[in-house]
């Protein structure tokens, strides 16, 4: 009996260490008055850890060690797993009545992204939704993402769907905590933006790497999102930490220019805005401080008296003087198209055999 003790583990079923102590007294014929006699307690208190209502102290488990021949860690480690069980079975309790809150989240677009595992039980998936966001109950996840105080509801874009930009924004904190990176450094992440401007003519995967890579060398994590249905988002910036910056790209409409514009646009808020704001970058999402970002990334990528002296040109809307002032340029040309587009002064159905799709899987934990 003693022997078989040590290995007594059952986590789906854990039985009260009382009842293990009352087995163990039976086996070696003790009362429990004996027992008490031995170990310095009241019968009294005997009874009650037999019957569940008083725990197995440490130095409880230390008396039991020498009067029963049984290791102390053993009692400790059954009063914790019984413990245990008692707190995830209330839990359990607990979840069932959030069952409904499921229908509010994502739940589908989190599970085809791979960012959860599916559960046919509704209480583990409840649990699965809530250990992704890192919350106890939808409560706090109210507290974090939706309260007056939180800071994702000062952006407007935030606002219109936050279940499921929560859920892309967060997914986008689980990868940025997977990175390394240097304190932010203002001036190298200056030289870093003319780095990646020139790997714009690269291929994505190298893009990808090296951007990460000198990002990460300047206290940027830059990470890249799979969109998902109900989050329009292109891209955001926020930061993690006094001295870590977070820059999450989505590759929503996948095609290169939305990509580097996106980048560079969430590049101007980290130098341009304050360290407590949070930028999401959605489609038709006016503001101030949106608009600057947009004229950061726009002139970053071509000076404005370059682009002015190319656009003067009647012959700008063909392929080869396209190619010819990206190539000025060191940049894409899909840049250059996209920027054509935007601007009204080419059809969006115009030089598209110029932009590349990018299709970059999402990396993180």
Not at 54 to 66: C, N, R, S, W, Y
Not at 158 to 184: D, T
Request: charge should be positive.
């Amino acid at each position: 009996m003693i022997e078989q003790l040590g290995n007594e583990f059952n986590p789906d079923t854990v039985t009260p260490p009382g009842e293990t102590l009352q087995e163990l007294l039976e086996t070696l014929g003790m009362t429990k008055a004996q027992l008490a006699l031995r170990i310095g307690k009241t019968p009294k208190t005997i009874g009650e850890i037999i019957n569940h209502c008083a725990p197995i102290t440490p130095d409880t488990a230390v008396a039991l060690e020498k009067a029963l021949r049984t290791p102390a860690s053993f009692w400790n480690n059954r009063e914790r797993r019984y413990r245990e069980s008692l707190a995830r079975m209330a839990e359990k309790e607990r979840m069932k009545q959030e069952i409904g809150w499921l229908r509010t989240m994502p739940v589908r677009a989190m599970i085809k992204a791979g960012w959860i595992e599916e559960f046919k039980d509704k209480v583990e998936q409840v649990s699965a939704v809530l250990q992704f966001f890192g919350v106890l109950s939808p409560k706090q996840w109210e507290e974090i993402w939706l309260s007056p105080r939180a800071a994702y509801r000062a952006s407007k874009a935030f606002a219109c769907r936050p279940e499921a930009c929560s859920a892309w924004l967060r997914r986008g904190e689980l990868q940025a905590q997977e990175i390394e990176s240097e304190r932010f450094d203002r001036a190298r992440f200056l030289k870093v933006l003319g780095q990646v401007r020139a790997l714009t003519r690269t291929n994505p995967e190298q893009f990808r790497v090296e951007t990460v890579r000198s990002c990460a060398g300047a206290g940027v994590a830059l990470v890249f999102t799979a969109p998902i249905t109900g989050a329009p988002v292109y891209g955001a910036t926020r930061w993690m930490t006094s001295q870590k910056a977070l820059i999450q790209l989505s590759l929503r409409g996948k095609f290169e220019d939305l990509l580097w514009f996106t980048f560079f646009h969430e590049a101007g808020h980290l130098l341009m805005h304050n360290k407590t704001g949070i930028f999401i970058k959605m489609k038709d999402c006016p503001d101030d401080r949106e608009a600057e970002a947009d004229e950061f990334a726009r002139d970053f990528l071509i000076p404005p008296r370059a682009w002015l002296r190319f656009i003067e040109s009647d012959r700008y809307r063909a392929e080869t003087r396209v190619r010819a002032f990206a190539k000025e340029m060191a940049i894409s040309p899909a840049i250059v198209v996209g920027r054509l587009q935007h601007e009204g002064l080419l059809p969006h159905t115009h030089l598209n055999g110029l932009r590349r799709r990018f299709e970059f899987a999402d990396a993180g934990p």
